[in-house]
């Protein structure tokens, strides 16, 4: 109790998120039907499932600077290992209740997280990289080919109506399944951020900085890796467990290369030094990838897009660039950037526009005709084959970066000239 | 006999056209440290560009064309990408390839559609050249070798005989040490990276017919490099090509011999039933297996011998 005491305004936030998010789906509660809307509590629930995941790949990446292209393994190991409990416990060989699947996806990801573990943590930097795809492809090969555990590419079906719950719910609508994920995530996500602050996230913080010197004082970085990538099976099997609930299904899919991608973008995206870095990362891709693709078939463009952009110019992803805003927020003198930002607003919209609407011109010509599909901008019917809205695109496009070019000094003149202001204060005070 | 030998024909070809693509990937990888995802990418934009060519102009400029359309990409992504993300370390530069690869296979997709495109092998070359064992082979899997082997004598040359390909080969094995002689060794870097890509455009040309030309291309294509520069080891040409006719040669016959482990088991009298532990493991055919073999191979060399068949230094 003196422990919960003692941290309870840092406990607070996540009181408030878990009830913000509780509410959300509340906004577009269609109060005519009386029912939720079920494209926002799928979008919501795929959101929660994917920054659960994105947050352990974080454990490798961002806490032991290990960069995986197999993380996808765990999350669909997880799922497997969830779906085949819910069939037993179907079956009635074991009882277990609907609200503790997740936890069988997570003890699952936990012992493939170990016996891969113990393969791929032999390496590090690069060689882990390759060693983890290898795994990844290797698995999503076993996944067709093994009919027994991993359902050939039908995958395992499973029916998450099982009369075992504990508080009496039956899961039949999406929107207890959106409460159950909550508190799961919320779980995971607590555990994950206290994990951090264990003597193991700080040694793998170390063994991440300074690979030879935590050798010296005497720690097995091996030993740390695995550790800290078992764990990290540990969480992405939880996402997996909960996938299966969610979707009631799993296949190869799971284990693909292209899931462990979208872990790998999502946190990049949202940046891999801050703990909510890859849940805004997450909201970030998945937002883009089930809004756009409504409209076009370029969703994975746009991520990959944004994440060169990241690598290129902002390593830290969105939630470093949020951080670099701090110290001025806290001298109080986010005002004076108000102005260079809302100079540099229309030149990048402009750019913004330009590139999106090329992006979907060229997508419309050879994809979109294909399926049948015509691109219509409010109503109006565009004709891509004609040069117009080509030519309008391409010179929004250059006009747009160059003006941006001419703002984008200007506002680093201001941003140079504030900070180096704040510094100098700090140093006189 | 006759499957034995046309089976080692057509791993040949296929492991040749593998050493096109990999020969690139170790160069830029032993002297920079950059795991190049997009390496694939330049494959297939190979094959793409060759179709588009060949649609227009015929297959034979295109076979000059492509490549260097891809070694300028290469050049550009060298210069004006990979040595801005160079000062945040390797990891960097190889997300920004990851990145680049997405872009590519996503570009592909809308310039060319989702479907494979009908890029065929050119109808001067399109007749059996001899038949082995009731077997035709065609004209243009030859046609693959010789220019493959023509490739690989040109860098063989280039390298030992050439005071650039000294320059490499030293900056291979000791960057740091090249360039505190007075080697200018981040050009000699872009020339390897345009080269490479070149070379890898190449291998799409000839290739992209000989398979198929399809957006998926790059991404089926690109482990499989990766195993065989890995299985040859760093700083190690001569590993990657007997890696690579050894992965062209396990690819070919692995889909030719239909047997399993429990075929071999039964020729020590014992049966595999249903009920037999592991039945599933025991019965499950070599074909089958074979796409993931090379998989099987990177996992292992990088667990028990990081430093591959015959590379300098650990991967």
Redesign the interface.
């Known amino acids: 109790m003196t422990l919960l005491r003692r941290h309870w305004p840092s406990y607070l936030p996540w009181l408030l998120a878990f009830v913000i998010l509780l509410a959300i789906p509340f906004l577009f509660y269609d109060w005519g039907k009386g029912r939720h809307s079920g494209f926002v509590l799928t979008l919501m629930s795929e959101i929660g499932v994917m920054a659960i995941f994105a947050l352990s790949y974080n454990m490798l990446m961002g806490q032991a ?1 290990l ?1 995986s292209f197999g993380h996808a393994v765990l999350l669909g190991m997880g799922a497997y290992c969830a779906a085949h409990v819910v069939l037993l416990v179907k079956a009635g060989t074991i009882w277990l209740p609907t609200e503790l699947v997740p936890l069988a996806g997570g003890l699952g990801g936990l012992f493939f997280g170990f016996v891969f573990g113990w ?2 943590t ?2 590090r ?3 882990f ?3 983890t ?3 990844g ?2 698995v999503s ?2 996944a067709l ?4 555990f991993f359902g050939g590419e039908g995958g395992i079906s499973i029916d998450r109506v099982m009369d075992t719950s504990l508080v009496g719910v039956k899961y039949t609508s999406p929107w207890q399944v959106y409460c159950l994920l909550l508190v799961w995530a919320f779980i995971a996500a607590v555990l994950m951020k206290l994990q951090t602050q264990t003597p193991l996230g700080s040694i793998a913080n170390a063994t991440r900085d300074n690979f030879e010197r935590a050798q010296f004082v005497g720690y097995d970085p091996r030993m740390v890796r695995l550790y800290q990538f078992a764990l990290s099976g540990f969480f992405a099997g939880i996402g997996g467990g909960l996938y299966v609930l969610i979707y009631e299904i799993v296949t190869f899919d799971t284990v693909s ?1 292209g899931k462990s ?1 979208n872990a ?1 973008l999502a946190v ?1 995206i949202g940046g891999a030094g801050g703990f909510f870095g890859p849940i805004l990362g997450t909201i970030v891709v998945v937002l883009l990838q089930s809004g756009v693709s409504l409209l076009s ?2 969703w ?2 746009y ?3 944004l ?2 952009v990241m ?2 110019y902002a ?1 830290g992803g969105l939630i470093g660039l949020l951080f670099m805003h701090m110290p001025i927020w806290r001298a109080g003198r986010m005002r004076e950037l108000l102005l260079p930002y809302a100079r540099a607003f229309p030149p990048a919209l402009i750019v913004l526009l330009g590139f999106v609407l090329l ?1 979907e011109l ?2 419309f010509t ?2 979109g005709a ?1 399926q049948g599909k015509k691109f219509s901008i409010g109503g109006h019917l565009i004709d891509t084959t004609a040069p117009l809205p080509w030519v309008i695109a391409l010179a929004a496009l250059v006009l747009g970066a160059l003006w941006l070019r001419r703002e984008a000094r200007g506002f680093r003149e201001r941003w140079d000239a504030v900070t180096e202001a704040i510094k100098l204060k700090g140093a006189m005070s | 006999m006759e499957v034995f030998v046309v089976s080692l024909l057509n791993g040949l070809v296929y492991g040749m056209l593998l050493f096109m693509l990999a020969s690139g990937l170790t160069l830029i990888l032993s002297m920079m ?1 950059v ?1 190049n995802f997009a390496h694939a990418s330049a494959y297939m934009l190979g094959a793409y560009f060759a179709y588009t060519i060949s649609v227009y102009i015929g297959f034979w400029p295109a076979l000059v064309i492509a490549p260097l359309l891809c070694g300028l990409i290469g050049a550009a992504i060298e210069m004006f ?1 990979l040595r ?2 160079h000062r ?1 370390g ?3 530069e ?3 390839t ?3 690869a ?2 590519i296979e ?2 592909v ?7 494979p495109v009908p890029y065929r092998v050119p109808e001067l070359l399109d007749f059996p050249l001899f038949k082995i064992y009731g077997t035709q082979f065609p004209a243009y899997r030859a046609f693959m070798l010789v220019i493959s082997a023509l490739m690989f004598g040109a860098i063989w040359l280039g390298l030992t005989r050439t005071r650039i390909g000294l320059v490499i080969q030293a900056a291979l094995t000791h960057p740091d040490m090249a360039s505190a002689l007075g080697h200018n060794v981040p050009r000699i870097f872009t020339l390897v990276f345009a080269a490479g890509t070149a070379l890898a455009g190449l291998a799409g040309v000839i290739g992209g017919n000989y398979q198929v030309t399809e957006p998926a291309m790059a ?1 089926t294509m690109g ?1 499989i490099v ?2 065989v520069v ?1 299985f040859g080891g760093l700083g190690s040409l001569a590993g990657c090509f007997i890696a690579s006719i050894l992965m062209g040669l396990i690819q070919t016959f692995a889909v030719v011999f239909d047997v399993s482990l429990a075929d071999l088991l039964a020729k020590f009298g014992y049966t595999v039933t249903s009920s037999t532990p592991f039945a ?2 025991l019965n ?1 055919t070599l074909p ?2 074979g ?2 073999l090379p ?2 191979m ?2 292992l060399i ?2 028990f011998r ?1 430093r591959g068949l015959m590379g300098t230094r ?2």
């Open positions: 600077g960069l393969l791929v032999k390496q930097a690069t060689a990289a390759m060693i795809m290898g795994l492809e290797l090969s076993a080919m093994f009919m027994g290369a991608a790998l990049y078939n370029a994975l463009l991520v990959g897009i994440f060169i690598v290129m390593p992006v060229a997508s050879t994809i294909a | 440290g795991l990408g801005r993300v945040n390797h990891i960097a190889l997300l920004f990851f990145g680049l997405l872009l996503k570009g997709q809308m310039t060319w559609g989702l479907l991404f482990p990766f195993v890995v599933e493991v499950v089958r297996v796409a993931l998989f099987l990177l996992v990088l667990v990081p650990d991967t």
